[in-house]
T-cell receptor, first 110, second 115 residues
Framework: GQQVMQIPQYQHVQEGEDFTTYCNSSTTLSNIQWYKQRPGGHPVFLIQLVKSGEVKKQKRLTFQFGEAKKNSSLHITATQTTDVGTYFCAGSEGAQKLVFGQGTRLTINP | ETGVTQTPRHLVMGMTNKKSLKCEQHLGHNAMYWYKQSAKKPLELMFVYNFKEQTENNSVPSRFSPECPNSSHLFLHLHTLQPEDSALYLC??????????????FGPGTRLTVL
């Protein structure tokens, strides 16, 4: 079945450093979504990517969808303490349900 | 607030108890989901309902029984649970358009502890 792998599982950075999390699918995806879950909170939708090679930006966050639509990345420039949380990718294969990655937990040293 | 509410927010139950979790969405969505979140499996899909019809049962034990009486309400009935079922149970809703499952809106979750 479809699997979505996310690395790294944990990442600790100094405030101001950059952060990247990677998402890889065993199959070609029709779309990929990214979510953020703050400690003690629930997942909140960030963005959806649909097109091969698509790049989208939200302020300091840059999202990419691979050319083969089997991988994606989220890059945060100059992290801030408000970026703390777990970042999940979720991929869908055609009309199939979303499959979530294991998440990358980001902690930041102020 | 995301427009998805869940009650109760916390629940402690014994292994012989029967309880129900409730989810309500006020967003006009046509799909609703139950997820289990634990340290072992961060976001594990349990059930999917599309226009009140169950379209996914992700090999969930029968001690978990979902019910979707209408497109705005979703229940998860619990009976004879095991301590390993202790977790955060998240409800979510979304629209489904064509082949795309659109962005999911999550509720705050029910923190379940089974003694």
């Amino acid at each position: 079945g479809q699997q979505v792998m996310q690395i790294p599982q944990y990442q600790h950075v100094q405030e101001g450093e950059d952060f990247t999390t990677y998402c890889n699918s065993s199959t070609t995806l029709s779309n990929i979504q990214w979510y953020k879950q703050r400690p003690g909170g629930h997942p909140v939708f960030l963005i959806q990517l649909v097109k091969s090679g698509e790049v989208k930006k939200q302020k300091r966050l840059t999202f990419q969808f691979g050319e083969a639509k089997k991988n994606s990345s989220l890059h945060i420039t100059a992290t801030q303490t408000t970026d703390v949380g777990t970042y999940f990718c979720a991929g869908s294969e055609g009309a199939q349900k979303l499959v979530f990655g294991q998440g990358t937990r980001l902690t930041i040293n102020p | 607030e995301t427009g998805v509410t869940q009650t109760p927010r916390h629940l402690v139950m014994g292994m012989t108890n029967k309880k129900s979790l409730k989810c309500e969405q006020h967003l006009g969505h046509n799909a609703m989901y139950w997820y289990k979140q634990s340290a072992k499996k961060p976001l594990e899909l349990m059930f999917v309902y599309n226009f009140k019809e169950q379209t996914e049962n992700n090999s969930v034990p029968s001690r978990f029984s979902p019910e979707c009486p209408n497109s705005s309400h979703l229940f998860l009935h619990l009976h004879t649970l095991q301590p390993e079922d202790s977790a955060l149970y998240l409800c979510a809703s979304s629209t489904i358009a064509g082949i795309f499952y659109n962005e999911q809106f999550f509720g705050p979750g029910t923190r379940l502890t089974v003694l």
